[in-house]
């Protein structure tokens, strides 16, 4: 059974600061992995998505990472801003024609103006 | 698009009673799913349906849980009779899935169920 675990469930950095979050998978054999933000109150929103033969994804200040063989994924913010204040939650993919996704406990950051 | 629409946002019933929550995916879309999301548990995937049809329920907690998709654009969650620990909020989300891997899922605002 595959689990997802996100160390440190909680993280405070002043604003401006670079950050890393990461995500730790049982089983390697995804088909891709996601991250996720989650503002209070909201759902979910999608911020990368990395399929299982890419190694990293960027999207602005986003820049995500997949070790595939190490079961390792991290999200990488730079220059961070109170906006970017939310829980931020990994997915990973089953398969092809399977589209579960596991997700792990999420990271609740917090950006200190 | 309006998004994935959920209802109700809020529902406060009491054990015993029925509860029907509500998703509308996004047009076009052709999968939908179900999540509870609960402080001890987090994220968890109930269902799953592909083209109305269910796909994988194996999260779904027992009998008292059932779903349905009549059509593309409408979906029930039922819990019969509720309890206490089905307190949580339930997220419907959907994706248009396809011959890719680039097919992510788009999640609506969540209702939260509080059961007395």
């Known amino acids: 059974k595959q689990e997802v675990t996100q160390i440190p469930a909680a993280l405070s950095v002043p604003e401006g600061e670079n950050l890393v979050l990461n995500c730790s998978f049982t089983?390697?054999?995804?088909?891709?992995l996601q991250w996720f933000r989650q503002d209070p109150g909201k759902g979910l929103t999608s911020l990368l998505l990395?399929?299982?033969?890419?190694r990293e994804q960027t999207s602005g200040r986003l820049n995500a990472s997949l070790d595939k063989s190490s079961g390792r994924s991290t999200l990488y913010i730079a220059a961070s801003q109170p906006g970017d204040s939310a829980t931020y939650l990994c997915?990973?993919?089953?398969?092809?024609?399977?589209?579960?996704?596991?997700f792990g406990t999420g990271t609740r950051l917090t950006i200190i103006p | 698009d309006a998004g994935v629409i959920q209802s109700p946002r809020h529902e406060v019933t009491e054990m015993g009673q029925e509860v029907t929550l509500r998703c509308k995916p996004i047009?076009?879309?052709?999968?939908l799913f179900w999540y509870r999301q609960t402080m001890m548990r987090g994220l968890e995937l109930l269902i799953y349906?592909?083209?109305?049809?269910?796909?994988?329920d194996s999260g779904m907690p027992e009998d008292r849980f059932s779903a349905k998709m009549p059509n593309a654009s409408f979906s029930t969650l039922k819990i019969q009779p509720s309890e206490p620990r089905d307190s949580a909020v339930y997220f419907c989300?959907?994706?248009?899935?396809?011959?890719?891997?680039?097919?992510?899922?788009?999640f609506g605002p969540g209702t939260r169920l509080t059961v007395l």
């Open positions: 997915a990973v993919c089953a398969g092809f024609g399977n589209e579960k996704l596991t």
């Open positions: 047009s076009g879309h052709n999968s």
């Open positions: 089983d390697s054999a995804i088909y891709n």
């Open positions: 349906f592909n083209n109305n049809v269910p796909i994988d």
């Open positions: 990395i399929q299982s033969s890419q």
């Open positions: 989300a959907s994706s248009q899935a396809g011959f890719t891997s680039t097919d992510t899922q788009y």
